[in-house]
């Protein structure tokens, strides 16, 4: 017996009637999310998937480049994939191949947090995890005024920077930080490094991830604005890792 759902994107999906035993996943954050919920059901991850550090599952190389072949030799129930992280042409191939493939859609802290206990609670039916609630607590609220403006570079030669409408620049929001771009639009412009130095951002944040950059790379580009090196996954990643970044990023202020 099975079930029928639509995912993030309105695209029917056929699910095992009861739970969902083996799950593909080809998202690093979900990667996470599942093995913090259910981490018997975890049967492949990206090489990508560096959480949690302990992570021993099948790999089906990157996200944007999965091994179709191996995948379906592991006979999911279902492949967990993201608009923004995976390719729509493979997660095509992958129905094409009769894999039912979950696609979430993740532009806002709100968003994530229904998005995941949609999927971890209704799709997979398992029990309502306690990272989430405790997420959903955390992050509850409007978003405040800003306290600080930030620019917050994910690539460099070319520079690219975070812009809207994303994840993290919601993120950052919920935190009082409002995200800059020097005035370029689009969710991740690319922004040459003298402007966004000179945009008049209180602060760069520097992430190691997806670009690595590192006490000797980076903060050396920028002469007028101060840099502060981060962990990227605390402000690119939703799930567990949610509760760890309210707490390192700490409350937004109330001036």
């Known amino acids: 017996m099975t079930r029928t759902l ?27 999310a599942v093995a913090a919920t259910a981490p018997g059901a975890l049967v492949a991850a990206t090489d990508w998937c560096t959480h949690p550090a302990d992570l021993d599952v099948t790999r089906v190389r990157g996200t944007k480049n999965p091994d179709r072949a191996a995948i379906a030799a592991l006979s999911p129930d279902l492949v967990i994939a993201n608009k923004e992280e995976n390719r729509e042409l493979d997660v095509q191939r992958l129905r094409a191949d009769g894999i039912p493939v979950w696609v979430t859609d993740i532009e806002t802290v709100p968003q994530a947090l229904a998005s995941m206990r949609r999927l971890l609670v209704e799709v997979c039916g398992w029990d309502e995890p306690t990272w989430l609630v405790e997420a959903e607590r955390l992050w509850a609220g409007e978003v405040p005024v800003p306290s600080a403006t930030v620019v917050v570079p994910i690539w460099r030669d070319p520079w690219m920077v975070v812009g809207h409408p994303t994840f993290t620049a919601d993120l950052l929001a919920r935190v009082g930080l409002e995200v800059v771009t020097a005035g370029e639009p689009g969710r991740y412009p690319h922004v040459d490094v003298e402007r966004l130095d000179t945009c008049g951002a209180d602060l760069v944040l520097l992430p190691d991830e997806p670009y690595v950059f590192a006490a000797e790379d980076g903060p050396e580009a920028f002469s007028r604005t101060p840099t502060r090196l981060v962990n990227g996954r605390l402000i690119t990643w939703y799930g567990p890792s949610l509760v760890e970044a309210r707490a390192a990023l700490g409350q937004p202020s109330s001036e």
């Open 6 to 32: 639509r995912d993030d994107l309105g695209f029917e999906v056929s699910l095992p009637d009861d739970e969902v035993c083996r799950v593909v996943s080809l998202v690093p954050s979900l990667t996470e």
